[in-house]
Each structure stands twice: as C-alpha cells, then as structure tokens.
C-alpha cells in the first residue's frame, strides 16, 4: 500500500522537526563576564554579579546560577572576577564553562617588559 507507506513517512519527517525545533529552543546559551558574590558546591551553585547582558536580555544585577558540572566551582572564591558560559534550561540559567579573569593577567598585558639591568 504505497499511499500508507508515504503517510508513514511523512509522520516520521513531521516530528523530526518537531524534535529539532525544540532542541534550538533549548540551546540558547550565551557568554557573560561578572564577579563572584556566593560559591555554593553543596548545592552546585553560584551566585554572580552581572552588568548588561544582551545575550540573555538582561540588565545588570546579581542572580543565582546552577553550575554544571560543579569542578567549576574548585577554587573560586567571593569577588574573583569571571568569564562564563550560561544556557537556558526553561526558566534555568547553568554555567556550563567558567574561567576566572586574574588581575595580574591585565596588569601584564599593560605593562611593557624591560629588558636587561
Ligand atoms: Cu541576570
């Protein structure tokens, strides 16, 4: 029955779409630079002081985040400065990548390196 067969397939090709619209809904996911206010590695999360921030739509502001996974948190303390990576999970903010922004760092970049003595 060649008539079924296509109606089949069109079924299959319909929730394909479905499936990868929805995973792009899911995928949003933005990078964002702030400073440490609370590090909570029981509870696997952080709570971090933002400016504006396009990418999630945001003005500036201290919020909560769920990390993942939580080795994210090893040896981050309050007011460390840090360059994250967030997706949106519903109505959940999780950093996935977190790097911390050293001030030594910017002072080397700034600095022009003197040579012999
Ligand atoms: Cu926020």
Redesign the pocket.
């Known amino acids: 029955m060649k008539y079924t067969h296509q109606k089949t397939i069109f079924k299959l090709v319909a929730s394909a779409i479905l499936t990868l619209s929805s995973c792009a809904a899911l995928a949003q996911s933005a990078t964002a630079d702030g400073e440490i206010r609370k590090v909570d590695t029981q509870a696997s999360r952080v709570v ?1 002081k ?1 400016g504006e ?1 396009t990418g ?1 739509r ?6 909560a985040f769920k990390v993942r996974p939580t080795s994210l948190l090893e040896g981050l303390k309050v007011s460390d400065k840090v360059h994250f990576v967030v997706e949106q999970e519903g109505n959940d ?1 999780i950093v996935t990548a977190m790097e911390t922004v050293t001030q030594e760092a910017s002072l080397t970049a700034a600095t022009t390196p003197v040579k012999g003595n």
């Open positions: 971090i933002h921030w999630m945001m003005g500036a502001m201290t919020m903010f």
